[in-house]
């Protein structure tokens, strides 16, 4: 008689940072708070590669240059824990440098009297071939994290990876998967999207806090960081360390599951995971069983994030009080316009914005006031330092009642760009580095796919006649959403939690409606994506960030609250959802 056959235990992998900046205790937390075998860190985005490559560019000599050093900072009270309880540790924090990472993780470790198997992951830098970038860098995927840990390594250091890899690489070690195992990738890259903003998953920035907040005022003062449970098959289920803050439930994840994603298809470089074939289910408190994903081979390109210097910005924001805000803008805008125009270089891109937070009849000076901001952009530095301080200080005594600034303009700084192209996979030399100093390059996928838009999937009925009476009121009262930033474009995604709720808003929030309800969209680009599995709708806002967070292109640079805008508009929502 044959034994069955057994399935390796579920793996637990945790994350302790969602960004370079993030909770500084949150290692310590994930590695006393519960059992993972696995605990990841997301260092990484499009500005701190920024960031990093402004660093490294004023000191190219400084081997510690160019990595996420809170990491060490982190590691040495952490290093201990880790080993102890046999939890490996997998984070991106090596930036523009893994190997000079990696040489200081073994360097701390010994100084520690801590063995322990560090490796890492290189091939990403491909910023000898863009000269006039601070930073060209591959998204690798997630098979040289896997060959790391299977060749023993207990800490792996990657540069660019997708942040999903940090999760699928330990996954496909563990499971032995390999790269056509397309689905059982699919549901792990899910899941590795799930967990990469940290506490995004437990509550944080969540449309529909409130609810939570009022049931209980102190769930969200201290969210824990999310884990997933990792099965053999690529489902997971998500939740987080026993007793700790926050919340895990179907609002929490599909939230995040829309956070910066473009359309059905989720593309990376070792599987396109098929969004709209995402099933959740709540699975207990806490716990959400991510399942049914459907993975497609991979696209045959590496997706490049191209970091430069875009030029120099400054900024100065008046103060308008009181009466006649309009004609108040109108005077210092002539003034300043004015001034520019008979300066000896006027800033080659100037842009005002009239905020109006005034109210009338105002119980402070503060809500009795508006805010007009002026931003300059140019190549050379003295046209948007000297020239635009010295036009805008003085008019101090020489314009509107009342003239005040909230800073007086510096003399410039410098702005960056963030842009994108794709390279064949099979150019890049991606390559696992092991703590012995073997190299163990990692073959590109064989079987690949062109990626395409999938066919618009049909929308659900139309809600029944009658449809009854109405009322105008905010969005949010029954959608949620949430935005953020892919290099010039935002996306927001928006999601209801009824059956009844999804029959009206597929069929009411259009592209045209999203451009009435958010009239800087109007001359923009929108496109909507329709995932019916998760009673939602994702729309790309084309150019709406310009050239990308670093260049600052507007008021909320990284669209993280344009969402929470769109869900303030009043639309004509049946009273039966409200």
């Given amino acids: 008689m044959t ?13 302790a940072s969602g960004f370079y900046g993030d909770r500084f205790d949150a290692m310590r937390e994930m590695l006393t708070g519960g059992e993972l075998d696995v605990l990841t ?17 004023k000191d190219p000599g400084d081997p510690s240059a160019g990595y996420a050093r809170t990491f060490l900072r982190q590691l040495e ?18 930036g523009l440098n893994p190997a000079g990472l990696a040489v200081n993780v073994r360097k701390l470790a010994e100084r520690l009297g801590i063995p322990v198997r560090v490796a890492h992951v290189e091939g990403d830098d491909l910023t000898a071939g863009h000269p006039n970038h601070l930073a060209a860098h591959a998204y690798l995927g997630a098979f040289g994290i896997a060959a790391c840990l299977r060749e023993g390594a207990e800490i792996v250091v990657t540069g660019r990876v997708t942040d999903a890899a940090l999760v699928a690489g330990p996954a496909a070690a563990h499971f032995g998967w390999g790269p056509g195992d397309h689905d059982r990738l699919a549901g792990a890259v899910v899941a590795g999207h799930v967990l990469e903003c940290g506490t ?15 049931e209980d ?8 960081f999310p884990l997933a449970e990792i099965h053999a098959d690529g489902t997971s ?17 599909t939230a995040q599951l829309l956070y910066e994603t473009q359309g059905a298809r989720y593309a990376g470089p070792d599987v396109t995971a098929r969004l709209d074939t995402v099933r959740l289910t709540q699975e207990g408190p806490d716990r959400v069983h991510i399942h049914g994903v459907r993975g497609e081979a991979p696209p045959p390109t590496f997706k490049v994030g191209l970091n ?4 120099f910005r400054n900024e100065v924001t008046f103060v308008l ?4 805000i309009e004609a108040k803008a109108a005077l210092v805008r002539d003034q300043l316009e004015s001034a520019l125009d008979s300066a000896k270089s006027r800033p080659a891109d100037v842009s005002w914005t009239l905020a109006r937070t005034d109210r009338p009849d105002a119980p402070t000076e503060e809500t009795a006031s508006a805010l007009l901001r002026l931003v300059v952009r140019d190549p050379d530095q003295h046209a948007v330092g000297r020239a635009l301080s010295g036009a805008a200080v003085e008019l101090a005594l020489a314009s509107y009642p009342g003239f005040h600034v909230l800073a007086p303009p510096g003399k410039g700084a410098p702005y960056g760009v963030f842009e994108a192209e794709y390279v064949p996979q099979d150019t890049v030399s991606h390559v696992a580095v092991l703590d012995d100093g073997r190299r163990i390059p990692v073959p590109p996928p064989q079987d690949t796919l062109v990626l395409e838009d999938l066919p618009k999937p049909p929308l659900p009925e139309p809600p029944p006649p009658p449809a009854g009476p109405t009322r105008r009121a905010p969005l949010g009262l029954v959608a949620g959403a949430r935005s953020g930033d892919k290099g010039g474009n935002a996306n927001v995604g928006v999601w209801v939690r009824t059956d009844e709720a999804w029959r009206w808003l597929a069929h009411t929030l259009t592209t045209t409606l999203f451009r009435e309800l958010l009239p800087e969209t109007a001359e923009l680009n929108v496109v909507r994506h329709t995932l019916p599995q998760l009673r939602a709708l994702n729309f790309t806002v084309e150019g709406i960030l310009g050239e990308g967070v670093a260049a600052q292109h507007r008021f909320d640079p990284q669209a993280k609250a344009l969402g929470e805008w769109l869900r303030s508009r009043h639309v004509d929502i049946p009273e039966a959802l409200l």
């Fill in 200 to 214: 995004q998953a437990t509550g944080g920035n969540y449309a529909f806090f409130a609810e939570h907040v009022r």
């Fill in 308 to 311: 430069r210097l875009g030029g």
């Fill in 321 to 324: 009080t009181g009466l006649d």
């Fill in 41 to 57: 860190g997301d260092y990484l985005a499009e500005l701190t590669m920024l960031i990093l490559g402004r660093e490294r560019l």
């Fill in 237 to 253: 289920v998500i939740t987080k360390h026993p007793g700790t803050g926050g919340i895990v439930d179907l609002g929490t994840i």
């Fill in 217 to 224: 005022p102190r769930v969200l003062r201290h969210p824990g």
């Fill in 3 to 15: 034994a069955p056959r057994r399935h390796p235990a579920p793996l637990r992998v945790g994350n």
């Fill in 77 to 94: 009270e952490c290093l201990g824990l880790a080993q102890e309880r046999g939890v490996r540790i997998v984070v991106n924090a090596g």
